[in-house]
């Protein structure tokens, strides 16, 4: 998959609130089963999966089965794409801001 296509998919992934809940429970502690983490949401166990899923997909969550469980974890490294396109436009706001300011206090003089 290319670089594009999979901050795509990030952005994508985390585009939905459900889906950014599964990454906050995840991101508390270790590994958790399905059980536990449908047990937070007001849907049943196949939408949380398929949420999983996307997920996965991107990058996101890593599962493993113990048993006849499969216990999910976040794997937050590709979130680093998220936060590196976010920086970008904090540094080009706060730039704009404080020319704003400049303007603003010089009308002031």
């Given amino acids: 998959m290319s670089e594009i296509n999979q901050m795509r998919d990030v952005f994508d992934a985390i585009a939905d609130p ?14 958790q089963p399905l059980h536990e983490l449908t047990s937070q949401f007001p849907m049943g166990r196949t939408a949380v999966s398929k949420h999983l899923t ?20 976040l794997n937050a490294s590709p979130l680093r794409e998220v936060q590196d396109w976010v920086a970008f436009y904090s540094k080009f706001w706060s730039a704009n801001m404080l020319r704003l300011n400049q303007l603003l206090e010089e009308e002031d003089l």
């Fill in 18 to 31: 459900t889906r950014r809940q599964l990454i906050h429970l995840l991101a508390l502690g270790e590994e």
């Fill in 54 to 73: 996307i997920l996965k997909e991107a990058g996101l969550v890593n599962d493993r089965k113990v048993g006849r469980e499969t216990r999910y974890k």
